[in-house]
């Protein structure tokens, strides 16, 4: 495993509260993640920071093997460099079939002149069944998106994030608002999705991070307070009087 993602004394500051200090983190490819930690620890900044919404005042984020700052970079040529993010709520389109959300996912990846190209069209095809395999919606590519329940909407949202292949794939609670069989289903599509690439999973949920079975890290103030296996971080006194003991 190689390292994908160095986050490097990172702090930011929102009004001269330090919300991010100078903190630390980095990802493998492949790898799977989880980022745990009390409300307020910073979980959503690192993402922002990691996808060029939030600037740090002060560190490094370099990116794949020559190292690229991704602090250079515009939010939408850090997506292009193959940083993926899922927020909490899906954003599908409702009125769209399945097949026709993926469809589109694809495109967008490729450019508006990829749809003249018949071949591309006939490989987009094959990918589309892959990827509805892959999200486990095969017998729902016909359905109107807006007809899937909430955790359905959630995998498809990750099934067009997937179409866009991402070397990083950012997840903020992925199991809120999911019944229990949702969540099972959702832990088996991000653990799948992390052997080939980098996965970090958001979550507040405890049973969904042990399925994962992945090393975590864990926030408070801004910073690392501990990392490594679940079984490692819950042991940790300090994690438990900060955040499991809550
Ligand atoms: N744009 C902003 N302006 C001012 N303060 C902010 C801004 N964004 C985040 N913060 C503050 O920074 C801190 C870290 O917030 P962040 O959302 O990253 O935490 P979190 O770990 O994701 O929390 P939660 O689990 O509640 O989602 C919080 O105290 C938050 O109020």
Redesign the pocket.
């Known amino acids: 495993m190689s390292t994908l993602l160095e986050v490097s004394g990172v702090s930011v500051t ?2 001269g ?1 330090r ?1 991010i200090n100078n903190l630390s983190i980095a990802i493998g490819e492949p790898e799977l993640r989880a980022v745990i ?10 993402m922002d920071i990691v996808t060029g919404k939030t600037r740090p005042d002060t560190g490094k984020v370099l990116w794949g093997e020559r190292s690229i700052d991704l602090l250079k970079l515009s939010e939408s040529q850090i997506a292009k460099a193959g940083v993926g993010r899922k927020f909490q709520k899906p954003t599908v389109f409702e009125d769209q079939s399945v097949h026709d959300n993926l469809a589109m996912a694809l495109k967008n990846k490729r450019g508006p002149f990829s749809v003249l190209i018949w071949k591309a069209a006939e490989s987009d095809r094959a990918r589309i069944v892959e990827l509805a395999e892959e999200i486990g919606l095969s017998d729902r590519l016909a359905h109107r998106a807006g007809d899937l329940s909430h955790g359905q909407k959630q995998w498809l949202e990750i099934g067009m994030l997937l179409a866009q292949d991402p070397r990083l794939l950012l997840v903020d609670e992925p199991a809120a608002g999911m019944t229990p069989a949702e969540r099972e289903h959702t832990t088996d599509l991000l653990k799948r999705a992390a052997k080939t690439r980098a996965v970090v999973v ?1 979550e ?1 949920d405890m049973e969904f991070i042990r399925r994962l079975e992945c090393r975590v890290t864990v ?1 408070h103030e ?1 910073a690392v307070l501990a990392e490594g296996s679940l079984d490692h971080v819950t042991k940790n006194q300090q994690v438990i009087d900060v955040y499991l003991g809550r």
Not at 37 to 46: D, E, I, L, R
Request: net charge neutral.
């Open positions: 929102f009004d509260f919300a930690g009390p409300n307020g620890a910073g979980k959503t900044t690192f958001i507040h926030l801004g």
